[in-house]
Nanobody, 124 residues
């Protein structure tokens, strides 16, 4: 059974940094999967924050460009999100996600696996 286990969330002040990690368990095609971070606040649509494809091509939401960096370690089946210069509007629950398609693009409709989420709270 595929599991995505996030860690690294917390409560910080604006301007601080956090690093989220996500260990992907039992996804034997991890090396060829697109993986991503999404975030969602209550009563809001889930937003894709960043994604990284199997070829290591990455993409970011405009709101986090220049502040967040996504990376992957295929030897450890782990996905990371380095978040710098955090702002109060970054406060959300962050979800790790994996596209179920071979060499997919992490389009929201193609996500086959989700983590349970980790809370990030940024105070001003």
């Amino acid at each position: 059974q595929v599991q995505l286990v996030e860690s690294g969330g917390g409560s910080v002040q604006a301007g601080s940094s956090l690093r989220l990690s996500c260990v992907v368990v039992s996804l034997y095609t991890y090396d060829s999967a697109c993986v991503a971070w999404f975030r969602q606040a209550p009563d809001k649509v889930r937003e894709r924050v960043a994604a990284i494809k199997a070829d290591y091509t990455s993409s970011y939401a405009d709101s986090v460009k220049g502040r967040f960096t996504i990376s992957r370690d295929n030897d450890k089946n782990t996905l990371y999100l380095q978040m710098n210069n955090l702002k109060p509007e970054d406060t959300d629950t962050y979800y790790c996600a994996a596209d179920s398609r071979y060499r997919g693009t992490c389009a929201a409709g193609s996500i086959g696996y989700w983590g349970r989420g980790t809370q990030v709270t940024v105070s001003s």
